[in-house]
């Protein structure tokens, strides 16, 4: 993305009682969230570690004041072996380990060492304390980790969902090439290139928000049954005997769906082109996720179908129409122009009962790790959500974290949630005014004499009972 992109500022609205689901502003609450794998919460500095060290662990070890997911998935340094081998005129060892963008090593890489794969743009994760996040996968190989809404949620009438992630803490591989003739180090080359990526999932499995896929390739959902995803792709996985490939060589969105079997990332799944955008940059990026239970004619200029799709783009009842289904990335969402949509039919694609799926994201690590962080999540039901009125303090394009300074006292997502007392963000499942009908019956003015009784008062006065 050019350096010369000016900055944005996508705000999240203060939606009417209809219109919004649910929304975490942040994650310094997490009611309603299933979290598999390693899939934790963190506050950045503040990990398990430091919390065992500050004396907030039980009998078992665990950060109970924190929750028992807390800081699990903090780690700051990882390193193995990845591969030696020989030729007849070089001896190679790979190294894989964590990064250090603030070393003198890594910031030589680009001029001196810098191999194929190597990003310019990138960065650690925050050094000092955050406000709440999800953490989907740590900085360590070979992780997965996956979280979604506890209820089901209905989809397929349209919804419209929007969040906020970030990618930190590439893997740095070094190769240094041994003459065995002299036993002399010949030269290193290094690249810092993190993986694998992260998704946002619909589904209908069995396990319901338990439902986690496999490790590296499968970016957390492959494996999970009777579900779309929606792949934020990081890393370029190439064809192999067993399974075919259409990734692209940068990072990459694309669309997958088996139907009601079994999902796969693999080139076989895909359901439309894949399209390029930077997003492991270190930097906030925002997506969106938007079903229409129609075909939407502005979006025709970006719309991708290919074979596999073929069979979902029909009607199935006159309720259950052909739809659109478009992804925004970063400025495409305040210019309303997704950078990919396909024309799909939900009801023919997944057997959902009631048109209900469970909803969140994925992510994993492969022989190349990043974190995964979550900052933030919205949820509406039944098409777009309400953007007219927007807050400053939710939505800080291409910042570190748009929720770093905001209030986070004010979340209350889906059924039975109690919330708190703030009256600027309500929801659907927001508690109705028990307040009794009637004139306010305070009889004091400022002054504090006395203005008039009540006009009904005479009723409220209490019956003779004499003895």
């Given at each position: 993305m050019p350096s010369s992109l000016p900055l944005l500022l996508l705000l999240l609205p203060f939606l009417p009682p209809t219109l919004s689901d649910f929304v975490f502003p942040g994650f310094n609450k997490t009611t309603g969230l299933q979290f598999n794998g390693l899939a934790s919460t963190t506050?950045?500095?503040?990990?398990?570690?430091?919390?065992?060290?500050?004396?907030?662990?039980?009998?078992?070890?665990s950060a109970e004041p924190y929750g028992?997911?807390?800081?699990?998935?903090?780690?700051?340094?990882?390193s193995h072996f990845s591969q030696i081998g020989?030729?007849?005129?070089?001896?190679?060892?790979r190294t894989v380990s964590a990064n250090e963008p603030n070393g003198t090593f890594t910031s030589s890489i680009a001029s001196t060492m810098a191999s194929f794969g190597h990003r310019d743009g990138?960065?650690?994760?925050?050094?000092?304390?955050?406000?709440?996040?999800?953490?989907l996968t740590p900085s360590t190989a070979s992780t997965v980790g996956s979280v979604f809404y506890e209820k089901r949620l209905p989809v397929q009438q349209g919804f419209d969902t929007m969040f906020e992630f970030q990618i930190?803490?590439?893997?740095?591989?070094?190769?240094?090439?041994?003459?065995?003739?002299?036993?002399?180090?010949?030269?290193?080359?290094?690249s810092v290139h993190g993986g694998d990526g992260l998704a946002f999932v619909i589904h209908g499995d069995p396990l319901g928000a338990s439902a986690i896929g496999g490790k590296g390739v499968d970016l957390g959902y492959g494996g999970i049954e009777n579900g779309l995803a929606v792949e934020f792709d990081m890393w370029t996985n190439v064809a192999s005997v067993t399974a075919s490939n259409d990734d692209i060589f940068f990072d990459h969105i694309s669309v997958h769906s088996n139907g009601e079997g079994v999902m796969t990332s693999d080139g076989g799944s895909s359901l439309g082109a894949s399209r390029a955008h930077d997003m492991a940059d270190g930097r906030a990026h925002i997506g969106r996720v938007l079903y229409l239970p129609y075909i939407?004619?502005?979006?025709?200029?970006?719309?991708?179908?290919?074979?596999?799709?073929?069979?979902?783009?029909?009607?199935?009842?006159?309720?259950?129409r052909v739809g659109t289904l478009a992804i925004f990335i970063d400025e495409g969402i305040e210019?309303?122009?997704?950078?990919?949509?396909?024309?799909?039919?939900?009801?023919?694609l997944l057997n959902l009962n009631q048109g209900l799926a469970y909803a969140g994201f994925t992510a994993s690590t492969g022989e190349k790790w990043e974190k995964h962080d979550l900052l933030s999540w919205q949820w509406c039901d039944f098409g777009r959500c309400d953007r007219t009125t927007r807050d400053s303090n939710l939505f800080d394009y291409h910042q570190q974290s748009q929720f770093y300074s905001a209030r986070h006292d004010f979340n209350r997502p889906g059924p039975g949630y109690g919330g708190s007392e703030e009256e600027e963000l309500p929801t659907k499942q927001s508690s109705p005014d028990t307040e009794p009908w009637g004139r306010n019956?305070?009889?004091?003015?400022?002054?504090?004499?006395?203005?008039?009784?009540?006009?009904?008062?005479?009723?409220q006065v209490l019956p003779n009972t004499p003895n």
């Open positions: 506050s950045c500095a503040l990990g398990l570690d430091l919390l065992k060290q500050a004396g907030f662990t039980d009998a078992q070890n028992d997911v807390h800081g699990r998935s903090d780690n700051f340094s990882d020989e030729k007849s005129t070089m001896q190679n060892t990138f960065t650690t994760a925050k050094g000092e304390r955050c406000e709440g996040r999800v953490r930190s803490d590439h893997s740095r591989t070094c190769t240094s090439h041994m003459d065995p003739s002299f036993g002399l180090n010949h030269h290193t080359s290094c939407e004619p502005a979006y025709f200029p970006v719309m991708s179908a290919n074979s596999h799709l073929k069979k979902y783009i029909k009607d199935n009842g006159e309720t259950k210019n309303d122009k997704p950078i990919l949509a396909l024309p799909i039919n939900l009801s023919l019956s305070n009889s004091r003015r400022a002054g504090g004499y006395v203005d008039e009784l009540y006009e009904k008062s005479s009723s």
